[in-house]
């Protein structure tokens, strides 16, 4: 499978505590966009990685947000202390000209 | 402010005719929009694109017009089958913030048999 991968597919958690989430892209894209979707609403977008580099971030992302492409191929968006309006689907993107390939997303729930 | 939008969010249509959904967008220096399509607890899925410089792309079924002096692009589906029944999104590229995709809020299209 070449497409992009995110794992975990659902997570349930405490609110307060800490979830990571992990993004595969497709292999040659160097770009990867984190993305935000809640019912009702287009893709909101949280940041954006050229290779290894964060080039963007959203103002949407808190600082109990942070994300990281250390080597410039996987990605990780991990949240601390999460709060119930954390509960969203998390959307990974990536792409090397053109359109966006996503993955499957991550749906978090925050109890 | 929302720079894209979609006007309608759901639409109806008989199976095999054609199913037409809207975007109209606000920043004229957009160069490439995009559509895509989602089903529930999956990611998007992209469908069509168009570049600034053309006014109609076509694949298959599925032809996207763009109107630059209307700032509006539509999405036509035809002839509309059950399997198309999903939650559109028109995105556009924004090249002033590293080509972000500034979507719009997503049309839900429903095929009736």
């Known amino acids: 499978d070449t497409g992009v991968s995110q794992d975990p597919r659902h997570k349930i958690t405490k609110r307060g505590q800490n979830v990571t989430f992990r993004c595969d892209p497709i292999?040659?894209?160097?770009?990867l966009y984190w993305y935000r979707q809640t019912l009702g609403q287009g893709p909101e977008f949280l940041t954006y990685?050229?290779?290894?580099?964060?080039?963007?971030k959203s103002r949407l992302l808190s600082d109990r947000f942070s994300a990281e492409r250390p080597k410039g191929s996987f990605s990780t968006l991990e949240i601390q202390r999460t709060e119930q309006g954390d509960s969203a689907m998390y959307l990974c993107?990536?792409?090397?000209?053109?359109?966006?390939?996503f993955g499957e997303g991550s749906r978090l729930t925050v109890l | 402010d929302q720079q894209v939008k979609q006007n309608s969010p759901s639409l109806s249509v008989q199976e095999g005719r054609i199913s037409i959904l809207n975007c109209d967008y606000t920043?004229?220096?957009?160069?490439?929009f995009l559509w895509y399509k989602k089903y529930p607890a999956e990611g998007p899925t992209f469908l069509i694109s168009?570049?600034?410089i053309k006014d109609k792309n076509e694949d298959g079924r599925f032809t996207v017009f763009l109107n630059k002096s209307a700032k509006h692009l539509s999405l036509h589906i035809v002839p509309s089958q059950p399997g198309d029944s999903a939650v559109y999104f028109c995105?556009?590229?924004?090249?002033?913030?590293?080509?972000?995709?500034?979507w719009g809020a997503g049309t839900k299209l429903i095929i009736k048999p």
């Open positions: 920043n004229s220096m957009f160069d490439y």
């Open positions: 995105a556009a590229s924004d090249p002033d913030s590293n080509y972000q995709l500034i």
């Open positions: 990685f050229q290779n290894e580099a964060q080039l963007e």
């Open positions: 168009i570049s600034s």
């Open positions: 292999s040659e894209h160097n770009r």
């Open positions: 993107a990536s792409r090397f000209t053109g359109e966006l390939f």
